[in-house]
């Protein structure tokens, strides 16, 4: 199943982005619901993972403190709030979600999580 982020686009340092994450179809409220990012010619990397109970079970290191998940079950939308921007937060952002936010953690195949959305670009320039 499909997942489709949004939000992306140019920001400049030191700005805020919100990203959304929508699915058609069944609710995510049962899964585990999250972000991971991939930067060019590096790997992909898990950003934040919010469990089906509420808890932020995942954050990466190099967005504590600026970003923020959350979860609106109802309109079955995913939201990654993101502050104070930095250069090196530019790349893809991709959604998700699985059982678990130990999958955050690891570099499983993306086509193994439950659902895996289509990315949006992000670019921290002045």
């Known amino acids: 199943v499909q997942l489709q982020a949004s939000g992306g686009g140019l920001v400049q340092p030191g700005g805020s982005r919100r990203l959304s994450c929508s699915r058609s179809?069944?609710?995510?409220?049962?899964?585990?619901v999250g972000w991971f990012r991939q930067a060019p010619g590096k790997e992909r990397e898990g950003v934040l993972c919010?469990?089906?109970?509420?808890?932020?079970?995942y954050t990466g290191d190099s967005v504590k403190g600026r970003f923020t998940i959350s979860r609106n079950d109802d309109k079955r939308v995913v939201y990654l709030q993101m502050n104070n921007l930095k250069a090196e937060d530019t790349g893809v952002y991709y959604c998700a979600a699985d059982i678990w936010c130990d999958r955050w953690r690891g570099s499983q195949p993306t086509s193994s999580f439950q659902s895996w959305g289509q990315g949006t670009q992000v670019t921290v320039s002045s």
């Open positions: 919010l469990s089906s109970r509420g808890f932020v079970e």
């Open positions: 179809g069944p609710s995510l409220s049962h899964l585990a």
